[in-house]
C-alpha cells in the first residue's frame, strides 16, 4: 500500500507540467477513481484546504490523502513521491544547463525569454485578480502590497503578513457589525 | 558547501513554503527577495529558471527550491545535498500543518479567522506580483531601476517582443507556458543573434 501510494504520486509529479492547478485532474483520477482512497467530497475538501494553508497544492493534497489512506506514514510516501521526479528532473537539467548557459545562442534565447517570464508572472497577477472578492478593502490591499514591494519599502514577508492581519481584523469586524 | 550553508538554505526554504499562499506564482515575489538578498541567485536567473520549471514537469515550488540548492554547491554531491536540503525545507511546513489538519481539524477551511486572514493575504498578493512583474519588464524594457530613475536607456527590442507575447496570451488564452517559453525564445535568438549582431 505504501508503495502504491509513493507510485501513484510519483507518477503525478511527473507528469504535470506547469504547477499546482494542472495536477488536480491527475489527482481526481487516480486517488478518487481508480484507488478510491477519498470521495468525491473529500477531494473539494482538500482543495479547499490546500488553497487555504501554505505551500504547493501538490505537496498539500499527497500529505493530506497519503494520511487518509496509511496515517504519517502514507504522509510521507505520498509526498516523497510528488517531490521526487522534480528533484531528479532539475538536478539533471541544472548540470546541463551550468555548462550551457555561457553559450552565445543560449544567452540571446534567455534574452527573449526574460520578457516572456515577465508577461507569464504579470499573466498570473491579472488571472489571481480575476478570481478576488472585489470591495473596497481588497482594492485598497491590492495597492498597499504593491506600493510596498516596488519602492522596496517592506519585506516581503511582513507584506504578506500585514495583508493577513488587515484581513483577520476586517472579519471580526464584519462578524461584530452582523451582530449588531 | 558547508553544514551552515545547507542550514541556511533549508531555513531560507521553510520560511518561503511557511509564507506561499495560492500557489506557484504567489511564490515568485519572496523567492526574489530572499535568493537575491543572500546572493544565491540574480534577478535574471530567477526569470531564467521560472522559463525551465515552466516546462518541466512538477510543482515550480519543489523545482525552484531543488535549482537554487543545486547551484550553491561546488560540485555533483554538494550540490545534490544542498538540492534535498532546500526542496525539504520547502515541503516541511506544508506537510508539517496538514498532517495537524488531517488530525485534528477537519473544518479548518471554514474557520472565520482562516477566511479572514485569506481575506486579506490573496489581494496583498496579487499587489505583490504585479509590482514583481513590472518591476521586471521596467527593468528589461527601460534598463530601470525603480528606486533608481537616473539610468534610463530605452530597448526598442525588449519592448517589441513584450508587446508580442504579450498579445499572444491576450488573443490566444489557453496558450501553455511552454509556448510562451519557446516563442520568446525564438524571438531572443533572431533579434540579438540575427538583427542586432
Not at chain 1, 98 to 118: C, L, P, S, T, W
Request: proline share 3%.
Amino acid at each position: 500500500m505504501l508503495f502504491t501510494l509513493f507510485w501513484t504520486f510519483f507518477k503525478i509529479g511527473l507528469f504535470t507540467f506547469g504547477g499546482g492547478y494542472a495536477m488536480i485532474p491527475f489527482i481526481n483520477n487516480y486517488a478518487v477513481e481508480k484507488h478510491k482512497w477519498i470521495t468525491d467530497d473529500e477531494f473539494l475538501d482538500i482543495i479547499a484546504i490546500a488553497e487555504s494553508t501554505p505551500g504547493p497544492i501538490a505537496i498539500n493534497s499527497a500529505t493530506y490523502i497519503g494520511h487518509k489512506v496509511k496515517g504519517i506514514l502514507g504522509s510521507f510516501f505520498a509526498t516523497l513521491g510528488v517531490a521526487l521526479p522534480s528533484l531528479i528532473i532539475i538536478v539533471l537539467i541544472a548540470t546541463f544547463f551550468m555548462q550551457v548557459k555561457d553559450n552565445v545562442y543560449v544567452e540571446y534565447a534567455f534574452k527573449g525569454i526574460r520578457v516572456g517570464v515577465g508577461v507569464l508572472v504579470l499573466n498570473a497577477a491579472i488571472r489571481m485578480y480575476k478570481k478576488l472578492d472585489k470591495n473596497w478593502l481588497s482594492y485598497l490591499l491590492i495597492l498597499i502590497g504593491f506600493t510596498l514591494v516596488i519602492f522596496e519599502w517592506l519585506s516581503v514577508l511582513y507584506v504578506i503578513a500585514i495583508g493577513g492581519v488587515i484581513g483577520i481584523i476586517a472579519q471580526i469586524l464584519k462578524v461584530r457589525g452582523d451582530q449588531l | 558547501m558547508t553544514l551552515r550553508l545547507l542550514i541556511e538554505l533549508l531555513f531560507t526554504f521553510f520560511k518561503i513554503g511557511l509564507f506561499t499562499f495560492g500557489g506557484g506564482y504567489a511564490m515568485i515575489p519572496l523567492i526574489t527577495e530572499e535568493v537575491t538578498n543572500k546572493g544565491w541567485l540574480d534577478y535574471a536567473q530567477i526569470f531564467d529558471f521560472i522559463a525551465i520549471s515552466e516546462s518541466t514537469p512538477g510543482p515550480f515550488a519543489i523545482n525552484i527550491a531543488t535549482f537554487v540548492g543545486y547551484t550553491q554547491g561546488t560540485d555533483f554531491w554538494t550540490g545534490l545535498s544542498g538540492a534535498i536540503m532546500a526542496t525539504i525545507g520547502v515541503i516541511l511546513p506544508s506537510f508539517i500543518i496538514i498532517i495537524i489538519i488531517a488530525k485534528a481539524f477537519h473544518r479548518f477551511a471554514d474557520n472565520k479567522y482562516v477566511i479572514g486572514f485569506l481575506k486579506g493575504v490573496k489581494p496583498i498578493i496579487v499587489g505583490v506580483i504585479t509590482s514583481v512583474a513590472i518591476s521586471f519588464l521596467l527593468k528589461s524594457i527601460f534598463s530601470l531601476e525603480v528606486t533608481d530613475f537616473n539610468n534610463f536607456e530605452f530597448k526598442w527590442e525588449t519592448l517589441f517582443i513584450f508587446i508580442v507575447v504579450f498579445s499572444m496570451t491576450k488573443i490566444w488564452k489557453k496558450v501553455h507556458p511552454v509556448f510562451v517559453v519557446l516563442l520568446s525564445g525564438i524571438m531572443g535568438l533572431v533579434i540579438y543573434g540575427l538583427i542586432l549582431v
